[in-house]
């Protein structure tokens, strides 16, 4: 489904990915670790358009994608829930709702109430303004709004990042749940263990290049990951 090839890039003069091949294909869950500052956001703002590159190339369902627009990428099925979840905090659960599914001419109900089956804390609060949900319910919501968009590729950057653990067990729930409507999935995570028990394969970065791919299962058990990003 997608391919990346050769891809490098950066901010200004400073080269942050040297040269990354990967690829997901439909249906799986694919997941992403790495030490902070490895370039883990980085290369989910290429694959989303939002960050231009510096070389390599994108190709999305056969289609080249490398020099498309971001609101390109996003209609043909490529959207990113970003780092931080990034909701509108003034405006009402159900506008952030129906501003994810913005391309459209109307918002179509039926998605709207898919969302609200997988949240149902979203339609109790679908009046409320965004910025005072609790930070697991923003995630919801950001996750939520992506679904509106219609997703083929959902990015997720670090969905469980400073939540409970409760909530944390509740996220990995709804990724399984995505994957079983259909979506694939490409997951950048700091909860290495708990990301690779969901996960079909996995790509280790390190300062921005692949050191390590292959099926989950396998990352999980190789002892230089355990050591180094699952703390065993
Ligand atoms: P983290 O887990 O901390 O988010 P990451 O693997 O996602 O790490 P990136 O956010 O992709 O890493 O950052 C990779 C490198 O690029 C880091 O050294 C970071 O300091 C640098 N960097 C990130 N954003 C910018 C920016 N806007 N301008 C300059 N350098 C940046």
Known sequence: MLEVKGLTGGYGRIEVLHGVDAH?????????????????????????????????????????????????????????????????????????????????????????????????????????????????????????????????????????MGLAPIIVAQIFDVIRQLKAMGITIFLVEQNASAALAISDRAYVLETGRVALSGPAREIAGNADVRKAYLGI
């Open 24 to 160: 997901i294909s439909a249906g799986e869950i694919v997941t992403l670790i790495g030490a902070n500052g490895a370039g883990k956001t980085t290369l989910m703002r290429i694959i989303s358009g939002v960050q231009p590159l510096i070389a390599g190339k994108i190709t999305f369902e056969g289609a080249d994608f490398t020099a498309l627009a971001p609101h390109k990428r996003v209609a043909a099925g490529i959207i990113q829930v970003p780092e931080g979840r990034q909701v509108f905090r003034p405006m009402s659960v159900e506008d952030n709702l129906r501003l994810g599914a913005y391309r459209r001419k109307r918002t179509p109900d039926a998605d709207l109430e898919r969302v609200y089956a997988m949240f149902p804390i979203l339609k109790d609060k679908r009046h409320l303004a965004a910025g005072g949900l609790s930070g697991g319910q923003q995630q919801m919501l950001a996750i939520g709004r992506a679904i509106m968009g219609n997703p083929k590729l959902l990015l997720l950057d670090e969905p469980s």
